[in-house]
């Protein structure tokens, strides 16, 4: 399994970006947590911001595809994406590989 992570202005548009990527059959599953402080550089200056962060349950065969969706909804003008392996069990793998159409 593999976690796709971005983080959002605001709830609306994690809820977009989550609900297109199931929708799309690119991701299982999205975790959104809101509150989430940022503090980064941007153009020269520290900024502190509030954003939504959201976790995209993927596999490694639609890893690319969902990065490209993600990046063309996305207000900001870079918005970072991350992604890990992660292991889990052998059912939760299944619903995964089930729900998005992949095959092991």
């Known amino acids: ?6 983080t ?16 799309a059959r690119m991701a299982a599953c999205a975790n959104i947590t809101p509150g989430l402080v940022s ?3 941007w153009q020269g200056v520290v900024e502190e911001e509030t954003e939504v962060q959201v976790t ?8 690319e595809r969902l990065i490209v969706l993600i990046t063309d909804l996305h207000p900001y003008d870079l918005p970072v994406i991350t992604w890990e392996q992660v ?6 793998t299944a619903w995964l590989n ?7």
């Open 56 to 63: 995209f349950k993927t596999t490694a065969d639609t890893r």
């Open 1 to 6: 399994m593999i976690h796709v992570t971005t």
């Open 87 to 92: 292991e889990t069990t052998p059912e939760s």
């Open 98 to 104: 089930q729900e998005i159409g992949a095959h092991p």
């Open 8 to 23: 959002c202005p605001d709830l609306d548009t994690a809820r977009d970006q989550a609900g297109a990527a199931i929708s």
């Open 39 to 41: 503090l980064f550089y």
